[in-house]
C-alpha cells in the first residue's frame, strides 16, 4: 500500500496554479560568477521561472550536512580531497572556482542555510542525499519544511525501509529505469508523489503511453531529466536540452510534453519558461 500522500497537494496546487507543467532548475542556475548548489544559484533559477530546485547534499567527515555534489571538489574548489573526507572547517576553507576559473571568494554552504533562504518559496528536490537520509530528515524537521521538499533515489529495498521508517511521510520520487524498478514499490508505506523516468529511447517500456497513463491514474506526477551529461550517456533518449537549444525547443522538450511529462528539470530554466509560455499561451491549441 501506498502511504496517504501527506504533503503531495503541494505538488497538484503548484501544477494547477501555472497551467503548465513545472520547471526544474537542476543545481539551481549557474553562471558568470555564481556556481551551482548555492543559494545564489537557486535564487537566480527562481528569477527565471523555475518553479523548484534540484540540489545535491554530501557530509562532511565531522557529520555537517553540506550543498554539493561528491567528486566535483577538484573541478569547483581545487581540493584533492572529497568533502566527505574533510572536516567541516576545512571544506569551508575552501572558496569556490567560478565559470573564469577565477575565486569567486565564497565557500560551500550548509543544507539549512539554504532551506531557511528558501523557506516558504518553492519546492526542493534533494537529489544526492539519500546515504545521509537521517541527518536530512532533521534538518528538514528543525526548519519545519517537509511540505517543501521532496527526496528522490533510485528504488533500492534498504532506502525505501529507511523512508517508512521515518515517522513523516516525507513527499518521494524514485528512479525508474524499467517496470521492474516500479514494481520494487510495492509493499512499502511511503509517501509516492511522482516519478523520474530515465530513458535512452522514446521505444522503451518505462516512457510507454500506457505506463505513463497508469502512473498519471494513480495521481503521480512524472518528472523527465533532459540534462545533457557528456556525449554518450542518454538520459531522455535525443530530447534533451542542446537539442532543444540548437534544433528548437520543440525538437526536444517538446516531444517530451507529448509524451506526458508533467516536471521536466534542465540547466536552462529561463529558456524552457518561455517556450512554455509560448505553448500554453492563451489560444495554443496544445493540451
Not at 116 to 137: E, H, M, S
Not at 151 to 170: G, H, I, N, T
Not at 183 to 209: K, M, Q, T
Not at 229 to 242: G, K, M, Q
Request: glycine content about 8%; hydrophobic content about 40%.
Amino acid at each position: 500500500m501506498i502511504a496517504k500522500k501527506l504533503y503531495a497537494p503541494k505538488f497538484s496546487e503548484r501544477l494547477a496554479g501555472r497551467g503548465r507543467p513545472l520547471i526544474a532548475a537542476h543545481r539551481g542556475s549557474a553562471g558568470g560568477n555564481i556556481v551551482p548548489n548555492t543559494i545564489a544559484a537557486f535564487t537566480a533559477a527562481l528569477r527565471q521561472g523555475a518553479d523548484m530546485v534540484e540540489c545535491d547534499i554530501e557530509r562532511t567527515r565531522d557529520g555537517r550536512l553540506v550543498l554539493f555534489h561528491g567528486t566535483h571538489e577538484r573541478m569547483y574548489l581545487g581540493s584533492e580531497s572529497q568533502i566527505s573526507e574533510m572536516t567541516y572547517a576545512e571544506t569551508v576553507a575552501f572558496k569556490y572556482f567560478n565559470s573564469n576559473d577565477n575565486s569567486n571568494g565564497q565557500s560551500v554552504e550548509d543544507m539549512e542555510d539554504a532551506f531557511r533562504a528558501l523557506k516558504g518559496k518553492t519546492l526542493i528536490n534533494i537529489d544526492r542525499g539519500w546515504d545521509f537520509w537521517d541527518l536530512i530528515v532533521e534538518g528538514i524537521e528543525r526548519q519545519d519544511m517537509s511540505g517543501q521538499i521532496l527526496l528522490k533515489s533510485p528504488p533500492r529495498a534498504d532506502l525505501l525501509a529507511k523512508l517508512e521508517s521515518f515517522p513523516v511521510k516525507y513527499m518521494y520520487m524514485p528512479i525508474l529505469r524499467s517496470l521492474d524498478d516500479y514494481r520494487s514499490l510495492s509493499g512499502f508505506d511511503i509517501n509516492l508523489v511522482a516519478a523520474e523516468l530515465i530513458f535512452d529511447s522514446p521505444d522503451s517500456e518505462i516512457v510507454s503511453s500506457d505506463f505513463i497513463g497508469s502512473l498519471k491514474r494513480k495521481g503521480l506526477l512524472v518528472w523527465a531529466n533532459s540534462l545533457k551529461l557528456n556525449d554518450t550517456d542518454r538520459i531522455c533518449a535525443e530530447f534533451d536540452d542542446d537539442v532543444s537549444i540548437m534544433k528548437g525547443a520543440e525538437h526536444g522538450w517538446g516531444k517530451l510534453l507529448d509524451m506526458g511529462f508533467d516536471i521536466i528539470q534542465t540547466d536552462w530554466p529561463a529558456l524552457l519558461r518561455a517556450y512554455l509560455e509560448e505553448r500554453y499561451s492563451v489560444g495554443a491549441h496544445h493540451g
